[in-house]
């Protein structure tokens, strides 16, 4: 039995989990036949800015094989002035199977699903979950290094307004990494803390430990908004930089979710280093999100 | 008018220190007897055997949302829902629209009141014009046109000079100043509680401080100026030991609680739906817990229902946008004694009728001979809530589908019965 939709990770088993991770892997090396799923109309509801993740389901969904109807950014009246139950029935009274959706409101693709009569997938939604960034984010890390249990894995920054770090921290522990948070504590107060999940304040301690480095985007409004005194204040203590290139153990890679701001939470020294996974992770995304629409519809695939 | 005896309850008034099976006489709209047995043939006669008989219930918040919204409630609607719930008055806050700031609206609200004819209606002025935060309102003519009491409720006066010199200047109006205790700055664009729930959840929440910083401002601001102050729904352990602070320097203040920060805690936004989002927000257990103790150990006054009612059209919004509050005449007795269900019957009374009442300076709160014939008949038997039955517009309680251990039986209105056995009466419904 198929789950419904993927909201946030912890819609998956362990299992399931898995199976997206290497079902994702075997897209990569063996593109599959472009039928998977034909005469499945999917629309893509985006009422926020999106370049790479619209792009990257757009790419996906066409390499699977659907219909797709993508209403970018701002241009949908869907939602305004109708509720979301309205917009669900009327989608699916079209015949849309598959709503992936991206809202600038924590809840808003949970809110959808009650009422679509069909599969949902969430690619964000406010500061709540970005489960496909997250699977994108762990088959990286099994790529580099075959397996994601027991791996360090540090993520730094805005954990607080972070949907890539929660689900990132829901799906790392579902698969036995190590987990620790860095960052001030503004924005990553205690009470973040989950069973498994370390917080850290000194990021300069935890480098030499770390498998896995995830930097998320520090944004400017935050210092409008009384949450940091200034850039440079925060690079001090957690911006990656040169110097703290060289902590990194030899087999450590470096992620960030992009997109990212230079010389704010890393610096140009980053992109020359060994173990910058940007593109990689970039490149999985549309693998990890071609799985997830063919495990949606067709549900666990015995065929390879 | 008819006499009504009821007969055989187990009468509960604090204000007389009677705890006992009695006979209860009504004659003229007042209180003629409380006695072992009365004989009165030609009385209307109600067997309470097996039920509480208390003085009548007052719940000292409510939102009646007239003028302005009555498609959430009317003062009809709203006074129908008050005694279906076994209340025999209430207070409304002054957030309609406009705001209750002018005596002509007081007097509007009174007689609205009136015309519904069932439950008493006394109307809160607002603090400042408009609610606005800036402006006083003229509290002796709004006193004189039938206002009990003062609040900005749900938009509390930020402004800390503002409302040292409201109280100050109101100081000598009879009328407590009621604080709704929410620091704008420090909720921000809170949809919840902030605490691991909202952080799981990736929703805005607001702390606890935001609640305790202006509970303290507002116990010091009654302690500088004199005005007696009722702080409303408390929600944390904090407002508690801030309002024990104020009182052991003397300070005169009053307190509240919601029959859902008894018990109800942050944990119910999994679904992102509004049912629970409510000002101030579910807190957790911790809290919750504190607040039953500050019942029980006498700190808090009054249970007072924040009965806030809203189409479901306001409440199925997305959270950010979704209306704030949920009805609770009608779920209110049953969820207070939910909430602490070894409550002496005398201190539950005390909390729904003699403090109300003394609270707010109205009659009430006695069942002693010659008083208005204001009486509540509850029992401890359990009913599921179906909110969908309500007689109040809104139909949005976070309760909905629970059992409750206790209800109002029948609401006795001067004299006159209001409800009986969860129906309200038609002659009063005409309104």
Sequence with gaps: ?????????????????????????????????????????????????????????????????????????????????????????????????????????????????????????????????????????????????????????????????????????????????????VGPPTLLPEAMALEGVRIERDLDAVLPTADAVMLLRIQQERIASAVLPSLDDYARNYRLDARRLTALAPQAIVMHPGPYNRGVELTEDVFAFRGWRYAQQVSHGVYIRMAVLDFLINGVSVRA | MRSLLIRGGRVVDPSQGLDAVRDVLVRDGRLAQIAEHIEAGDAITIDASNAFVAPGFIDMHVHLREPGQTQKESIASGSAAAVAGGFTAVACMPNTEPALDSPALIAEVLRLANVAHLARVYPIGAITRGRNGQELAPYWRLRDAGAVAFSDDGSPVANPRVLRQAALYARDVPGAFISHCEDAQLKGEGVMNEGAQSMHLGLAGSPGLAEDVQVARDVLIAGDTGKLFHIAHLSTAMSVELIKFGRARGIALSCEVTPHHLQLHDDCFASFRADGKVNPPLRVEQDAAALREAVRDGTIDAFASDHAPHTLEDKAQLLSEAAVGFSG???????????IPDLPAARFVELLSCNPARILGVGGGSLRPGSPADITIFADREWRVSAASFYSRGRNTPFDGAVLPRRALVT????????????????AMLG
């Design chain 2, 329 to 339: 005449l009608e779920i209110a007795i049953g969820a207070y004694a939910k909430a």
């Design chain 2, 412 to 427: 006795v209105v001067a004299g006159e019965i209001a409800m009986s056995d969860g129906r309200v009466s038609p002659r």
């Design chain 1, 1 to 181: 039995m198929p789950a419904r939709n993927l909201l946030d990770l912890d819609d998956l088993s362990g299992s399931e989990l898995t199976y997206l991770l290497d079902r994702a892997r075997t897209f990569h090396t063996t593109p599959p036949r472009r039928d998977l799923l034909r005469d499945v109309c999917v629309v893509n509801l985006f009422f926020e800015a999106s370049t790479r993740t619209f792009v990257s389901f757009a790419i996906a969904e066409q390499r699977v094989g659907a219909d797709i109807v993508a209403l970018p950014p701002g241009s949908s009246s869907l939602g305004k002035g109708e509720t979301i139950a309205d917009t669900a029935i009327t989608l699916a009274a079209m015949g849309v199977q598959i709503i992936v959706t991206r809202h600038p409101e924590s809840g808003f693709p949970y809110r959808l699903a009650e009422s679509f009569d069909g599969h949902v997938i969430n690619a964000g939604d406010g500061r709540h979950a970005h489960p496909t960034q997250a699977l994108l984010d762990m088959l990286t890390l099994q790529a580099e290094f075959g397996r994601v249990e027991g791996l360090h894995v540090v993520l730094v920054g805005d954990i607080l307004h972070s949907r890539v770090a929660r689900s990132n921290v829901l799906g790392l522990r579902a698969l036995g990494a190590q987990v620790t948070l």
